[in-house]
């Protein structure tokens, strides 16, 4: 029996731009359907709305109790819940994180300060995975002469649903420059009414309950991909649009 993931979602605790709280984003996608998501707030650097005034500690623990209010509610309807955020890099790009969660942050308050090549160095020793999400969006606070740093990257994010189809379409060619790569889809719902939600995903051969499984199950590359809300093996441009 397959299980349908979502990859890239926020709350309103912790991501400005979000509607809905963690505990609805949950319902909503339960109700549509999946069996878990990541969920992915705008992190430091980011749209973020957790203070920047805190400390460290009590910063982190605003992103992950974000994420243990929609893992209870989570445990109440079978629905798997795994930790993840955003983490924006410069220019109005970001990049989604897999893999670590709040030990990994409580003990690194460097990286508000190490630059991006030591930071996705810091992940990656961790056994956590960086996707570049939206390599190519277009909106106004995007400066889009600066290209993505694919070069530090494990994998790229080729269907958002909230992106415009041509932004699709460059991620999509960009992946093939990279056969290495991980490919994922993701929704980026910051809202529990969003339509959009049922459009992106992943679906696995099995339920991930952790971020570890999380991340192995990207590693191995044996799941379609959800793409304007229809289950696809393989991705073509045509699919994007």
């Known amino acids: ?48 709305a957790v203070s920047r005034s805190l400390p460290w500690a009590d910063r982190m623990h605003r992103y992950y109790d974000a994420y243990l209010e929609a893992r209870e509610e989570g445990e109440k309807l079978d629905f798997d819940v795994i930790f993840g955020f955003e983490h924006y890099y410069g220019s109005g790009k970001e990049m989604l994180v897999y893999g670590v969660g709040l030990d990994f942050l409580l003990a690194h308050p460097e990286i508000q300060r190490i630059p991006l090549e030591e930071f996705a160095a810091l992940v990656r020793s961790a056994g956590g995975l960086l996707i570049h999400a939206h390599p190519y969006r277009d909106r106004y606070y995007i400066d889009l002469s600066v290209q993505p740093r694919i070069d530090l990257v494990d994998g790229i994010e080729v ?9 699709d379409v460059q991620a999509l060619r960009l992946s093939r420059e990279h056969p290495a790569f991980i490919l994922t889809s993701g929704g980026d719902i910051h809202d529990a009414s ?39 093996t393989q991705i073509r441009e045509a699919d994007l649009l």
């Open 194 to 232: 969003d339509p959009r939600i049922g459009s992106g995903g992943i679906l696995l051969p099995h339920r991930v309950r952790n971020e570890r499984e999380f991340v192995q199950a990207l590693r191995q590359k044996r799941y379609p991909w959800m793409v304007h809300g229809r289950l696809l």
């Open 159 to 167: 269907y958002n649903a909230c992106s415009a189809p041509g932004e």
């Open 1 to 48: 029996m397959p299980y349908l993931y979502e990859t890239h979602c926020h709350c309103a605790q912790c991501s400005r731009c979000a509607h809905s709280d963690s505990r609805e984003m949950v319902r909503a996608y339960r109700k549509a359907g999946y069996a878990g998501l990541v969920l992915t707030d705008h992190f430091i650097f980011g749209n973020t």
